[in-house]
């Protein structure tokens, strides 16, 4: 079993910066990609920016120039930067550890609020 841990939300101001900080732990269990996905009230949980353990990446389009994602120096952790906050960032972010480039076997973290306001 993969134990996923985040940290670093919180309330910021409009063109704000955050960072959220994501670790996975696990005996015995091979992390292939992390990723930070959200989730708005009333809206399904989308993929925002991902990261494999040989640096491929992935981006959400209304995120790209604004946030970024990179892996810690230690194993199985990842961050997300987050600069240029508008409202509509505000949401509950979720980070997800993916056994193998598949996609079909992964752990969740249990979330971090995110709150845009001024």
């Known amino acids: 079993q993969v134990q996923v841990v985040e940290s670093g939300g919180g309330l910021v101001q409009p063109g704000g910066s955050l960072r959220l900080s994501c670790a996975a732990s696990?005996?015995?269990?091979?992390?292939?990609?992390m990723g930070w996905y959200r989730q708005a009230l009333g809206t399904q949980r989308e993929l925002v920016a991902s990261i494999s353990k040989v640096d491929f990446t992935n981006y959400a389009d209304s995120i790209k120039g604004r946030f970024t994602i990179s892996r810690g120096n230690a194993q199985n952790t990842v961050y997300l930067q987050m600069n240029s906050l508008k409202a509509e960032d505000t949401a509950v972010y979720y980070c997800?550890?993916?056994?193998?480039?598949?996609?079909?076997?992964?752990?969740w973290g249990q979330g971090t609020q995110v709150t845009v306001s001024s």
């Open positions: 997800r550890a993916d056994r193998d480039y598949t996609g079909n076997y992964y752990w």
């Open positions: 696990g005996n015995g269990v091979s992390i292939y990609r």
